[in-house]
């Protein structure tokens, strides 16, 4: 039953050989590679202003406009040294395998881990935001946001579990029509002011309430520098795009630019020209819509393609952050079930554990994106820092022909995304960059930390001049079965026992006198002619007297022998027969498997399902 | 690690001679035991006035005077005819075995079914009524409420696994200082006010906004009904009691009885006297408290005794539920795991579920008590009238000695409390009682598959005529070994084998063809002369191929033979080993052994886990 909800949900399994045919063209990889960035705006300008507007009330909007042209040129700068880094690393070039290449392993899990701790934030506010845009425009749904994220979250768990390629298809028609909603909000917006002479109900401001500092200036640049994030997706995802995979995945690049340019500077123009204030309850994009369009159907769609487009943003890290949890697993610096691919081929495990850890974000930060925020971004440009700071040491280093020019690009690159970075954990720190400056150390630690373990497992394995010698058949054929009762499921062990040994013993754990009895009656009545040893347990308990007497005087094995336990096992062949019976054998197996001289023997007996009419209760009280 | 953790949270295990130890006397009893219908005074009074002040304002105050007389009517009538329960079921007379023996098992069902879902909603409200108290007395830790309910339950919860009795002497104290603090505070209040002359600071309420009418007179009742929950704790719990068991049983409820008229019937009357109003975020009880006290030493006090109280009444069903469901499970009515005693003797199985649900609960309804009771008293009625008809049928049956008057007592407990039932279920129906009515029938209906789910394996797992007879021990003897690669785990797999049988072949599912070359190679390098079976698996998928290739004529077995599946399995000595590796070997077996002709062996090949220098993590890169 569990297995055919998870077909439904998931779809039917897809054969290796169909991998190739789950890649993206420029338009399918523009929508799911770069929604993230793109959908950025619905709250990039919102969090400059969010630091502003409470200190220097009208005045905000002035600083606004310069902040957004920093950001805006910091765009230019990034776009333009990772159109180097996507020529240098046709197999997709992360930050994490740049890193590690040019800078050394350290770096490279720097790199991974910032990466993987924002691609995981990403999922979270792309989410919240999702719901908020939901919300400015019902607010009646306000109680329910974090239900309603945790829902988009796990749709696009679910979405992605199901493979690449379809959820491209479902959601390309949403990133153009949020593209397009946006252009025409910002030149409408624009023209209705500037020509068609209409006064917007601007909300009571007050002027300066303190002086303006650098820091303030400072933090509100970094709440700003959310919108740039996402960048990277596209140099991760180069082996992605049908070929030519590079020129495709540049092609994105550029346009990505573009639009942004477009959205982001619109969308701070027009909260300036229309005076928006942040708050919890109404984006600032919903109350810029409501007064360009009136609460009318155009309202209605800049919410939902809005909602649309950040949900895709979250997309972007479900496709990509498995796919980079593999390429570390592969390397051996994550756990392996990060490299297996489902059934529809995608990394499914990478896909859960992010569902699993946003979803708990989400619950903790109670859906709201404003209170993400600050972890975000941090680790963003950390990795933007080290992928550029690789770049540069490559070009230095192998110097092909140009290199003084490319250097000169990834050397910048890198210096405005360290000093970014640098400003964005002084400004953030305290409300919350702390937790991912913690995070960071950790995680590169544990990953090395796995590596060794992985190292030490295959050398320990390692067959190197290991010869195939054959012990003692007598060493091996020691058994011994534990039982609890006397059915057909022990009858059918004992006598798989009897064809494979000679030398087996019963063994019962006593914890009542009555059972005991019954099974010493009954062994007698059977005529079962192998030994039962009997033995108390005062705590209930089952190992620690089992292993006592295989280590006594009065078990006849020796030192190095195997003692091979038999359990018999009745296994319930209904899905939800194992909810009714103890797990014994199971609780058993797992626990004697930890000594090295002990096999284990499972040998089951199926209980068919009947289905049994309700009053056979009554029949036997 | 974890299994260190554990000690020291739940203590050394007790030996099940121990259990005789874990037995309360009348002091213990009454305060392990009572506490939840003592505690129920912090709702139920605030419950009946939630219902009439918002709609007949100041004339509330007359008319709750005469529901609490009603409430007192019916607490008398309950208390005699649970005296004779008590008489009759020494071992422990809980609505669902006196509803059993009397009524059927559908009826006992029914009343097993109301008590656990009126158990888990006593832990879910009192800890919630509990976090109102301190909340009410510190409005800053208002935001936590969730948190701070949901460390309680946790609390209790490990409490109980530590056992019986150390719970019991840790809650002695503050159930009678709760009881003594509101004898103060009843008494201190009614003369600073008829003898001192204090004129409260009343709320300004209006008169009569409707009419009243019989229905919401009938609500109130309802409500304030929830006094009365837990006075059956005392019948179920019978066995539990020091010699003379049943003489000590009479006293806690008498004492049990008292107290409840003079806290009850006192602060209703100290709310009328100080017109308190009910509100969300102070608590009746402490809004009384602050007026006769004031903001000192004693205003505290009533609100940590009321909480110490209300987490003790919480405590009741950690100690009764699991009681109850282990009886249940003795009769093959649920799970078989809640009849196991874990370490230090406490049914652990029943303490955990009930915790894990008790805490969704108070996550759903946001940790707030007046949310959840319209969801309660239902189950505690409808178990109520279960019981005392039981017993009025009893009588009528068995007609001992003076059993008209006995008859009598159960016989108007029955209707009076199958009217109250009918009124609570009718006037809280829409509000949430309609979630028990539906749960109630589906809990019957599944216990009762239970049962014959275990009459059903009882039958095919039964020797009834079965006769020893061996099989052939050719039909025993085919291995099959599935192998991932070739290593030192594998070797000693293949080994083992070799030692108890000579029909042994290796199989191995190829899903990427280097991988398979290179275990090609290696077979031949190290000359192993066990047959390797290789087969391609396009969906990555393991049993399908193996079982295919059982079945296929290529394979030796026949129809009838026992195929026994070799799988080699390094385990890692570290705790969080597992983590690090694929499961294959644990996936393969459970799946295997669905099918009743194959056995599996595990050889187990144990990795130790050394304290590796981390640079190892660097040497092989």
């Known amino acids: 039953m569990l297995s055919k909800f998870k077909r439904y949900l998931i779809g039917k399994p897809l054969t290796s050989e169909q991998l190739k045919h789950e890649k993206f063209n420029v338009l399918t990889g523009l929508s799911l590679l770069s929604s993230d960035a793109i959908s950025s705006v619905a709250y990039a300008s919102e969090e400059i202003l969010w630091i502003l507007v409470p200190l220097i009330g009208v005045l905000s909007y002035t600083y606004m406009f310069y902040l957004s042209i920093a950001i805006i ?14 020529d240098s690393y046709p197999n997709g070039g992360g930050s994490y395998i740049v890193a590690k290449d040019n800078l050394g392993t350290v770096a490279g899990l720097v790199a991974g881990a910032s990466l993987t701790i924002d691609y995981i934030l990403t999922v979270a506010v792309s989410a919240s935001a999702g719901t908020s845009a939901i919300t400015s425009a019902i607010p009646s749904l306000l109680p329910f946001k974090v239900i309603i994220t945790l829902i988009f979250i796990w749709i696009m768990a679910v979405g992605n579990l199901r493979g690449l390629s379809e959820s491209a298809k479902l959601f390309t028609a949403p990133t153009y029509l949020f593209i397009a909603t946006m252009f025409i909000m910002i030149g409408y917006g624009i023209i ?32 700003g520098c959310t919108a740039l994030t996402g960048v990277e997706a596209i140099s991760n995802g180069v082996p992605n795009f049908k070929e030519p995979h590079q020129e495709n995945a540049k092609r994105v690049l550029f346009f990505l630019g573009l639009i942004i340019v477009i959205v982001f500077g619109g969308m701070s123009y ?57 390429v570390i697993a592969r390397d051996g610096f994550a756990p392996r079930q990060f490299t297996a691919r489902g059934d529809r081929l995608s990394y499914s495990n990478g896909i859960i554990v992010l569902c699993f850890i946003s979803s708990i974000l989400v619950v903790i930060f109670k859906g709201e994106a404003h209170y993400l925020l600050p972890l975000y971004a941090v680790g963003v440009f950390t990795s933007f820092t080290l992928s550029q700071t690789g770049m540069f040491v490559k070009w230095v280093k192998n110097k092909p022909s140009g290199w003084i020019h490319k250097a000169f690009f990834n050397g910048l690159g890198a210096i405005v995304t360290f000093v970014t970075a640098l400003i964005i954990g002084y400004t953030k720190f305290i409300h919350g960059a702390w937790i991912v400056c913690i995070l960071i150390p950790c995680f590169v630690y544990i990953m090395l930390k796995i590596k060794s373990h992985y190292i030490d497992t295959a050398n320990q394995l390692s067959m190197e001049g290991q010869a195939l010698k054959l012990p003692d058949s007598e060493k091996v054929k020691h058994f011994i079965i534990p039982i609890g009762g006397v059915n057909k499921s022990v009858l059918k062990t004992l006598n798989y026992a009897k064809c494979l040994s000679k030398d087996i013993v019963a063994f019962h754990i006593s914890v009542n006198d009555e059972e005991t009895e019954i099974i010493q009656k009954k062994w007698k009545q059977y005529k079962i002619d192998i030994p039962l040893i009997i033995r108390k347990s005062p705590y209930r308990e089952v190992i620690g007297p089992l292993m006592e007497y295989i280590h006594s005087d009065e078990y006849p094995s020796k030192q190095d022998d195997i003692v091979t336990i038999v359990i018999p096992q009745f296994v319930v062949s209904a899905w939800w027969g194992n909810i009714l019976h103890n797990h014994t054998a199971l609780f058993l197996k797992s626990n004697l498997l930890k000594n090295k001289n002990i096999a284990v023997i499972t040998v089951p007996y199926v209980i068919q399902h009947h289905h049994i009419n309700i009053n056979d209760s009554f029949s036997k009280k």
Not at 73 to 86: A, G
Not at 298 to 315: D, S
Request: hydrophobic fraction near 55%; aromatic fraction near 12%.
């Open 270 to 326: 027009l909260a300036t020209l229309y005076q928006a204030v942040p708050n919890l309850d109404k984006t600032i994009i919903s109350q810029i819509a409501s007064q360009v369009f009136g609460n009318n159907f155009m309202f209605y769609l800049v919410q939902i393609t809005t909602t649309l487009i950040l949900i895709l943003a979250a997309n972007t890290s479900f496709s990509d952050l498995p796919l980079l949890l593999s």
């Open 73 to 86: 040129i910091l765009l230019f700068i990034l776009v333009f040294s990772y159109r180097q880094t996507i």
């Open 192 to 223: 209705k002011i500037k020509f068609l002479g209409y006064v917007p109900i601007k909300a009571t401001l007050s002027y300066a309430t303190t002086d303006i500092s650098i820091l303030m200036i400072l933090r509100a640049f970094a709440g």
